[in-house]
């Protein structure tokens, strides 16, 4: 009989790997997407949909292979992001079948029914989940591209110009015969990789090299040079592309990072007030963005005469007659909105047929992605798995922030989507993209730290009692 | 469809829906765990027992020890808690594993005390179970209630050692 350990160490708790976890509430999540379509048909027809089990059995699909490859690559990730990815998915997928049972929607030329199109859309966004935690072994192996990130991103961003204009903003790439994809989806994961290692190698410049002034750390003029950049950067944006949320979602992103890098609240106060005035700057010339703030100001004023005001009325009377605990689903008019009902206006259905419980219930599984996301960060031990995990939760929350404001009239609206919810593939193919991202930054914080070598003056102790 | 099933259904639906974000948030919980004692070197096929360790208490003892009759005798100390000094407040699972004391950084607790050595003391088992402290040959000494040890002597619960200008007690 040998004593067994002589030495120990104290740390944190491991996080238990905690993937039966994450495998039920998967399963959860998939069953209430079912439910939900259930309930859309039997409000509509009166019977179960044909496609139920088809679409049941692919979102399973996916949601199963998702956690398979996680169980098998990523151990120890967090065990929320999936399953909540997974169900914005799968709702997003069952509210946009609801309304391609639309009369109204199906009577409008520019509309085709999206939903089987989505879960493709889905299928593919999966794949490249699963090519992230694959071929990505290391979070910190995209350190390396920060420049060439940089580059790819501009040029993504860049690309659209010389694309004709759809629905007055240039933010696709159409290439014909195979459809046309939203590059700033693609950009904003990018560029996150670029600001992370750009901040990680100059954060100490930024935070130190400042004057107080008026009890707030100015910035040396040429420190100041990459935000100028930046903003330079998403006001061209604004102005070639009139693109209003991509602009906001990037130079948001950056102040974020740029804060969480220096904690300089400076950083944020010059943030704001150059968004304020960049805005304001071009919402005054820019006849695209000053339609959406006309609408935005008073949308019941343009009612039969402006087309931006009169769909931001009905986008708010959907909102109004849903109530707290809306009319249930199938059982809305909120294909009334008719133009990007189940794109950009998707949250309006959420609000009609749900009620203000089920549009807060939504945005709880938004801040709770986001809120993993911030966790990741905090648990990362590597300043570039930080930053990064900061800046991908930061871009959601904005592109949420941004979508969800513009459709309930807190800001004026900007063509972005509700992330896995709303109809599109760039949208869902990149945010799953992200949360592939996430799930390997918050596997790499989790595990466990490797057990140390046996210690070799663990010996046995002969105790001598008196 | 009837009215009433649309009725149940569209607020079963919301009753599900945050049933879900209920169910999330509680599996937050699980990052909300204090600090463990892990040991080094001793537990063979420890990579096979990781996944369960949420019975982390049984789990940690090794195998030989956990079948030794009186093992887990009524009364036996479950922490060790430090009450004075520097580290006040904090707490030490007692899992069968030894607990050096010291400046050493690859001490169990490690003192920031000037009064205190590098390897100062450590708290085992012994093979009843029963907790034993002894002094390392530490310059300033180590302090069972009043007196300097100068062999290996068992703990009572709940009497202060001291080190320095630390004290630790050992707590059910």
């Not at chain 1, 409000?43 to 169980?71: I, T």
């Amino acid at each position: 009989m040998s004593v067994v350990t002589n030495t120990t160490t104290i740390g944190a708790i491991d996080a238990p790997s905690r993937r039966n976890t994450e495998l039920v509430l998967v399963v959860f999540a998939v069953a209430i997407s079912v439910f939900a379509y259930a309930n859309v048909g039997l409000a509509l027809n009166g019977e179960l949909p044909a496609g139920m089990l088809g679409y049941g059995a692919g979102l399973a699909l996916l949601g199963g292979v998702a956690h398979l490859v996680v169980r098998r690559f990523a151990k120890y990730a967090d065990p929320l992001l999936l399953p909540l990815a997974t169900l914005l998915n799968g709702l997003g997928l069952a509210l946009i079948w609801r309304l391609d049972q639309s009369e109204r929607l199906l009577a409008l030329k520019s509309f085709a029914p999206a939903a089987s199109k989505q879960l493709i859309f889905s299928a593919m966004g999966v794949a490249l989940f699963v090519g992230v935690l694959i071929l990505l072994k290391d979070h910190r192996i995209l350190q390396r591209y920060t420049y060439i990130s940089m580059v790819v991103a501009l040029i993504l961003l860049i690309l659209p110009m010389f694309f004709p204009a759809q629905f007055g903003a240039k933010i696709w790439i159409t290439i014909p015969g195979i459809g046309s994809i939203q590059p700033g989806e693609f950009a904003k994961i990018v560029i996150a990789i670029f600001f992370s290692g750009y901040l990680m190698v100059k954060r100490d410049a930024l935070a130190l090299a400042s004057r107080r002034f008026m009890g707030m750390y100015l910035p040396r003029g040429r420190d100041l040079g990459p935000i100028l950049v930046i903003w330079a950067m998403s006001i061209l944006i604004l102005v070639f592309e009139t693109d209003l949320g991509t602009s906001l979602l990037f130079f948001g992103m950056f102040v974020v990072m740029l804060y969480v890098a220096t904690e300089r609240t400076s950083w944020i106060v010059f943030g704001l007030t150059m968004s304020a005035v960049g805005a304001v700057g071009v919402a005054s010339f820019e006849p695209h963005v000053q339609d959406r703030v006309t609408a935005w100001l008073d949308p019941f004023a343009g009612w039969g005469t402006h087309a931006a005001s009169e769909q931001m009325a009905q986008v708010l009377m959907a909102f109004g007659s849903g109530g707290t605990l809306g009319t249930g689903l199938g059982q809305g008019n909120s294909d009334l909105i008719l133009f990007a009902a189940n794109t950009d206006f998707i949250l309006a259905t959420v609000g009609e047929e749900l009620g203000l419980a089920g549009v807060m219930a939504f945005l709880l599984l938004y801040g709770l992605i986001v809120e993993r996301g911030v966790r990741t960060a905090l648990a990362a031990r590597d300043p570039f798995g930080k930053l990064l995990a900061i800046g991908l939760s930061g871009a959601f929350a904005i592109q949420v922030f941004v979508v969800a404001g513009g459709v309930m009239g807190l800001i004026p609206l900007t063509g972005m989507t509700m992330p896995f919810l709303a109809a599109g593939g760039s949208s869902v193919i990149a945010n799953w993209a992200l949360i592939g991202i996430l799930i390997r930054i918050s596997d790499t914080a989790r595990r466990p730290a490797p057990a140390p070598a046996p210690s070799t003056d663990a010996e046995m102790t002969q105790v001598v009692r008196p | 469809m009837s009215e009433l099933t649309l009725t149940v259904m569209r607020l079963g639906f919301l009753a599900v829906l945050w049933l879900f974000v209920i169910v999330a948030v509680q599996v937050i919980r699980s990052d909300l765990f204090g600090t463990r004692v892990t040991q080094r070197g001793s537990r063979r096929g420890a990579a096979e027992t990781r996944p369960q360790q949420g019975r982390q208490q049984q789990q940690a003892a090794p195998p030989q020890q956990r079948q030794q009759p009186g093992r887990q005798r009524r009364g036996a100390p479950t922490k060790l808690v430090v009450s004075e000094g520097s580290l006040t407040g904090t707490t030490v699972a007692l899992q069968g594993q030894t607990i050096t004391l010291g400046r050493a950084h690859d001490s169990t607790i490690v003192l920031d005390d000037d009064y205190a050595s590098s390897r100062h003391a450590r708290i085992y088992p012994d093979r009843d179970g029963q907790w034993i402290v002894e002094d390392l040959g530490s310059t300033n000494g180590t302090y069972l209630e009043r007196t300097r040890l100068t062999t290996p002597t068992p703990v009572p619960l709940g009497a202060p050692i001291r080190i320095g200008k630390t004290v630790i007690e050992l707590r059910k």
